[in-house]
């Protein structure tokens, strides 16, 4: 399997976040995008390929035009009130304020358009994100090209970047850009299996309205964890999306029996919607010892997750998202990877 993957994401790294009390070092760091590249050298998993440039429409097909103009500029409006270090929001956009206001100082933009406390926004974020963005392109366009199966080694994550908001360590929405890169090459249905710990809140945003991309994703119950207030068993898409969204939200220590009957259930789900490609919003937090997660799977279990989506039979892109136990990560994510590949192999 092909990795896409770019130096790029070096260009962001967040100076620490905001979390129960105390601001504490970043989790999401670049060394999480290297420990997982040397694995993949490593095993020898694959040929690792630049990605290539496409044009920010493919983005705006997706996100909003002022989320994108605003992550762009937004560090320079923050530099010029003669601040340093990066941008974080100081207030929220709860408690009945307005969200149809876009505008504003880069604190009213902030506010508008950040969902949390962990997600700063440096002088070089926008250039490591759009590079991110361009490795879920790439590896959607060799899917389009007939490849069986690609990796696109994303850093920053997306999965909770949604319409017109941003958070959760993601500014784009890699895992979308890339559902909608299939749907704007004669796709006519794409699913979206998202694994990761937590909930793909931006991407259920995104698609919630729209029958053409099915959205369904195993996490920790918004009750106990991030994003919180999305991700519940009763949201399942509207209008034309009615039934194309699909929440399994789990206890907290679920662990693999629990979480392995989700992915049975996910993967029923799938192959009802009958898509002819599937993006994996993969992130491996759901790990044991993840210093943020509480699901315990472990090591073993990964290649029985690539083993498992191998069963759909269909063209698979896979988008890294999380997973913070950085010692463990790079085998952890290719386990999941070579179990797919090991499947797919006895399959043909
Ligand atoms: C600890 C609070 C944690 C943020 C959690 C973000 C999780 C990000 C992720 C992604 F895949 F996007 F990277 N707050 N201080 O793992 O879902
Ligand atoms: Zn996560």
């Known amino acids: 399997m092909r990795t ?4 790029r994401h070096r260009l962001h790294v967040s100076p620490g976040e905001f979390g129960f009390g105390a601001v504490v070092p970043a989790f999401e760091k670049p060394e999480r995008a290297d420990i997982i590249l040397a694995r993949i050298r490593e ?3 694959g040929d690792v390929l630049s990605p290539d440039e496409f044009p920010l429409e493919c983005v705006s097909a997706v996100h909003a035009p002022f989320l994108i103009d605003f992550l762009q500029g937004a560090h320079a409006e923050w530099s010029a009130l003669n601040r340093s270090g990066a941008a974080y929001p100081i207030t929220w956009a709860g408690g009945g304020l307005r969200r149809d206001r876009t505008g504003g100082s880069v604190d009213t933009k902030l506010a508008r358009y950040c969902i949390d406390a962990a997600t700063p926004i440096t002088a070089t974020t926008w250039q490591a994100a759009l590079g991110s963005a361009n490795c879920a392109l790439t590896a959607a366009a060799r899917i389009v090209k007939g490849d069986p199966a690609v990796f696109a080694l994303c850093r920053p994550p997306g999965h909770h970047a949604g319409i017109d ?3 959760g360590y993601c500014f784009l929405n890699n895992a979308a850009i ?8 004669g796709i006519q249905k794409v699913a979206i299996v998202d694994v990761d710990y937590h909930h793909g809140n931006g991407t259920q945003h995104i698609f919630y309205k729209r029958g053409d991309v099915f959205f369904v994703s195993i996490h920790a119950d918004p009750d106990f964890d991030y994003p919180f207030l999305l991700g519940y068993g009763d949201e399942k898409g509207a209008g034309p999306g009615e039934g194309a969204n699909l929440n399994l939200p789990l206890p907290d220590g679920a662990g693999w029996d629990r979480w392995a009957e989700a992915l049975q ?3 029923a789900a799938v192959r009802r919607f009958a898509p002819e490609a599937v993006i994996v919003s993969l992130g491996v937090d759901t790990y044991r010892n993840d210093p943020i997660c509480r699901f315990k799977l472990d090591t073993e279990h990964y290649p029985r997750i690539g083993e498992q989506l191998a069963t759909l039979g269909l ?3 896979f988008v890294m998202e999380g997973g913070y136990a950085v010692a463990e990560l790079g085998v952890n994510v290719v386990n999941v990877l070579q179990g797919f590949e090991a499947a797919a192999r006895t399959r043909q």
């Open 165 to 167: 908001h941003y958070g």
């Open 4 to 7: 896409i993957y770019s130096d």
């Open 178 to 185: 890339a559902a909608q890169y299939l749907r704007d090459r």
């Open 265 to 267: 259930e996910a993967l």
């Open 43 to 45: 095993v020898s998993l």
């Open 315 to 317: 063209p698979t892109v």
